[in-house]
């Protein structure tokens, strides 16, 4: 089956720490995204990258950092920079052409910073 | 001011009526997205609109790019419909490769039996 998986659902770690959240996609897909959701906000993006080896920042990039070195993978890293880092983030793919933009989303992971 | 608004922001509605989730945004879009996040988190895609109208199933989607407003329906609900409605654009300003969308806040529909 085609998808976005990421892993995993639910992280626990202690302040101060980075740690790295995982987002994989077998769809062929060039681009991919980074959100961020929080209680009563709309998503809002971190990174994207549009083709491998390239990515952007969104609008709260700071704090977060991505690599995009193979075409199906695109961890994201929360760094101690991040100053409220506690979310759910979703990771999200798509064909990369205008015309056929829809966004394919991963089921997500709870970031919980104690 | 938000660049994409949703009203209502909760909503419950009866099995069975028709539902109708609104979003205004106050950009000049190229596209409107109609997102569904269930209580679980993950979100699917159910429309993508650029003028027009769109059915699928239960679910129809309008837009008028003119008053700058979109709709979503849902014709004979059911509480499998219980989610959250996410409306999101493109504006003209994110145009190319470039597919950066722009977010409401979702509205929470909750169908009872």
């Known amino acids: 089956d085609g998808g976005i998986t990421q892993s995993p659902k639910y992280l626990f770690r202690k302040e101060g720490q980075n740690v790295t959240l995982s987002c994989e996609q077998n769809?062929?897909?060039?681009?991919m995204y980074w959100y961020r959701q929080d209680p009563g906000q709309g998503l809002r993006l971190i990174y994207y990258?549009?083709?491998?080896?390239?990515?952007q920042k969104g609008d709260i990039a700071e704090g977060y950092s991505v690599s995009r070195e193979k075409k199906e993978s695109f961890p994201l890293t929360v760094t101690s920079a991040q100053k409220n880092p506690t979310a759910f983030y979703l990771c999200?793919?798509?064909?990369?052409?205008?015309?056929?933009?829809?966004?394919?989303f991963g089921p997500g992971t709870r970031l919980t910073v104690l | 001011k938000n660049e994409v608004e949703q009203s209502p922001q909760n909503l419950t509605a009866q099995e069975g009526e028709f539902i109708t989730i609104n979003c205004s945004y106050s950009?000049?879009?190229?596209?409107l997205h109609w997102l569904q996040q269930h209580p679980g988190g993950g979100i699917v895609s159910l429309f993508m609109?650029?003028?027009g109208k769109k059915k699928h199933g239960r679910l129809i989607a309008t837009i008028n790019i003119q008053e700058k407003h979109s709709s979503l329906h849902i014709t004979a609900s059911h509480p499998r419909d219980s989610a959250v409605y996410i409306c999101?654009?493109?504006?003209?300003?994110?145009?190319?490769?470039?597919?950066?969308?722009?977010f409401g806040k979702g509205i929470t529909l909750s169908v009872r039996p």
């Open positions: 999101a654009v493109r504006s003209h300003a994110n145009t190319g490769a470039n597919s950066k969308l722009t």
């Open positions: 990258s549009q083709i491998v080896n390239d990515f």
């Open positions: 999200a793919s798509s064909e990369g052409r205008p015309a056929v933009d829809t966004q394919y």
């Open positions: 609109l650029s003028s």
């Open positions: 769809l062929n897909h060039d681009a």
């Open positions: 950009v000049g879009i190229s596209a």
